[in-house]
């Protein structure tokens, strides 16, 4: 892993350039998919990037994107090490010139992340972290370790266009919020202390997790279902995630604090 480490940052951070470049045309090509979410040429172009990096990189190992179609599950089920890639994840804030979107790579290994980088380009940012290595935010060409946050007061990562009360009717505490867009950016303000806890109510991928649940765990916290159930990769033939729980410092005891519920997938 530590062999791929590097390489993968680097692919990130190109994929983040390919991104920026169509960013700032104001041609953005958007389209919709067939599942009626959306896509530009900066997602289509990011996945360009990371495939044939990857398949230069490790010519052996499958890749799994949600900008490629998905494998039957007969097809994938066996895989013992696979990418998991969200080409540029928060593609409505790239609609929207918020800035607030990322490019996820994970590699799974036995159905678990081990591997995860997070690029937010529009800040020149890189969250990475490994399995037992701990996680890391690289600005400014300097590497720091992360960590979630000792328990002090509540505060929750949220949408900038979510309602609060999407997710606040399943908390029974008070608490204050600090807003980002992406999926994935929430989950690595989490790790890195700013935020305690993310709460996600609504359809994702197993793409919007794969690179934030190493980098959360490794970081000291966790991800589990909205029943705090672990989550599951490529066992499904659906790749469809349940709503999930990002939590940052184990002490929270964030089981009495969150009304547990179930979405159908």
Known sequence: MNR?????????????DAIMAIYKQGDIGQQEKSDNTPVTKADLAANDVLVAGLKILAPDIPIMSEETPIPALSEREDWQRY????????????????????????LVENNHPVLGIIHWPAKGITYF???QNGAYKRANGEDVKMNVAVPDSLTL?????????????????????????SCSLKACIVAEGKADCFLRIGPTGE??????????????GCITDAEFNPLTYNQR?????????????????????????????
């Open 4 to 16: 791929l480490l590097e390489p993968c940052i680097e692919l990130a951070q190109s994929a983040g």
């Open 83 to 106: 990418w998991l890639l969200d080409p540029m994840d928060g593609t409505g804030e790239f609609i929207l010139e918020s800035g607030d979107f990322a490019v996820n790579i994970a």
């Open 129 to 131: 972290a490994s399995y």
């Open 157 to 181: 990562a949220v949408s900038r266009r979510q309602k609060i009360e999407s997710v606040s009717q399943y908390l029974n505490t008070e608490f204050s919020t600090i807003a980002v867009g």
């Open 207 to 220: 793409w919007d997790t794969g690179a934030s649940q190493i980098i959360i765990e490794e970081a000291g």
């Open 237 to 265: 033939e659906s790749t469809e995630n349940p709503d999930f729980i990002v939590m940052g410092h184990p002490d929270w005891e964030f089981k009495k604090m969150i009304t547990p519920h179930q979405r159908t997938i």
